[in-house]
């Protein structure tokens, strides 16, 4: 199985002994059993069953089955010989009327905690990855301020349950998704479509993470690890000398990148997301009137370690172009129709560069990975970065019993790769998490994108490594990416 995806690695990388290694995944997208123990509604629930808005009509109620197959899966890892495991809790399990602890939710989280130390595997919490409680939507959701309220009164009820046994943290997993695939575009849940709606989410999310960690700091140990987990591309202009294009790339970098990078680094917003009124206005005022004194002191409160989610840079064009040429025209996509996630940015197009595409026609740019890690370094003097995310789907077959996938061991490859050489470039990047360790449920897309380097059989549940985990586990073993 090893060989023929040793084929297509490089030869001369390897890693510390104190690189941590691991995989991830979210709650809704593998727990199922989203009725059992007390569990209430959250926004994925209701918003999978909105028509035209999930591929296929997909939900996460049963997903990989997770919540009655955790030991399975904990050995499994184990056997992978993985250092660590990323996962998050479902806020509507902990605290499912928002207000008041439910232990038998709880207890569930208490359980995978000890059977991960039990196996040796340093789990890694996230506190939210995207499953809102449906009753807190209905009180605004993410525009609402008081939902940082019952934010922290969540991140408080799950830290004294497993503060005892758990030192990593992260507040939220991917805010710009949460934000403006929530309440701008409406791909995500709670599927909105209120173009600076976006910029108020964001605002709320980011007030909810800096308050979160400055209670956690407070109540905690001195060997917590806490941060936060960030999407970030790589924004660049489809056409250089393009002046549209240059200005679309720009619009991306901000509203993707510096949205979140500015306010948690620098304690400030960029004019230009304050200022642009044709766009910004929300509920028929400015946006950042949301923005109170303090907010962004409490914002900026330092963090230890960074979480970088890394899939692809952006090509990004401020004209159009024909549907065909556009990135995403090669897969089938969810019915409902789209609008741009950028508020303001209705304009923006990403064509085809070139470049290689994942299953998913998304574009493959490993070296987009080596910059973004050099720019956080030089422009935002970041704390040590944790890889909390990177993978890439693809239709994985099942033959005899077994699963190869040597473009995905390849993608893990080349990543890896780019990694390391920004290491040797002197960023400290001191972990990797492969998204995901398992398949499941992705979001919009349901059921039919595959990101697991184990492969699940949705109707058996039954579990089979691929050989990308094969690649992984020894790479995770040895610290080298090749043998030489
Ligand atoms: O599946 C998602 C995950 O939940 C968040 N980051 C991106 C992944 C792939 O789309």
Redesign the pocket.
Known sequence: MTSRTTDHLPTDRDFPESFLWGAAT?AY?IEGATGEDGRSPSIWDTFSRVPGAILGGDNGDVACDHYHRMPEDVALMKQLGFGAYRFSIAWPRVRPDARNPNRAGIAFYDRLVDELLGAGILPWVTLY??DLPQRLEDAGGWLNRDTTDRFVEYALTTYDALGDRVRSWTTM??PW?SAFLGYTGGQHAPGRQEGAAGLVAAHHLMLAHGRTIDELRRRGNADDRLGITL?LTVAEPFDASEPADVDAAERVDLGFNRVFLDPIFRGKYDEALLTDRDHHQWNGRPWHEVVRDGDLGVISTPIDVLGV?Y?HGDGASGRPHPADQLLGSATPQPERPTVSPYPGGQDITFPRRGLPTTGQDWEIEPDGLTRLLLRLRDDYGVPPIYIT?N?AAYPDTVVDGTVDDPERASFFAEHLRATRDAMAQGVDVRGYFA??LMD?Y??AYGYSQR?GIVHVDYETQERIPKSSAQLFSRVAATGVLSER
């Open positions: 979210a997208q990855h995207w997993n991917e998704c999407n989610n899939y995310e993978g998204w995901s499941n992705e979001w990101f």
